[in-house]
């Protein structure tokens, strides 16, 4: 019978799992990241939504693109230069220092964390009560 209490938290652990996949890159930057500085190089529209395309270079000298959330662009930026975090082993894996260095709890794929510990919470509150 606790075999079937236990399936409960399959939708828990893959929200968790995703939540893990979602945030792999900020963990290995925060393992290893290199700071560099890019260059603003245009405008991207996705779903509707204005993003910003930033040109940066690796420590090879390598041109790299990223596309930056406005949310996580500087506040009060007079110049095109935008602060970008990679990993030296993989260069294509960036984000801004903005997105970098916010509490994963403030970001969008954070909050998948959060998601998973409540559905488990509230699956356990509910067998406790029902049981």
Known sequence: MQGVYLMGYIPSLAILVLAVAVNWARFILKRGGVRTQGREGGDSWGAGIRSVDVIYRDHAGKRHYVTVAPEYLPIRRRSSV???????????????????????????DGSFFFLAVGIALLYTVLILLLT
Do not use: C, L
Not at 82 to 93: A, F, G, Q
Not at 94 to 107: H, I, L, N, Q, Y
């Open 82 to 108: 935008i602060e970008i975090v990679y990993d030296p082993r993989n260069p294509k894996r960036a984000m801004s220092v903005g997105e970098f260095e916010r509490p994963v709890w403030k970001t969008t």
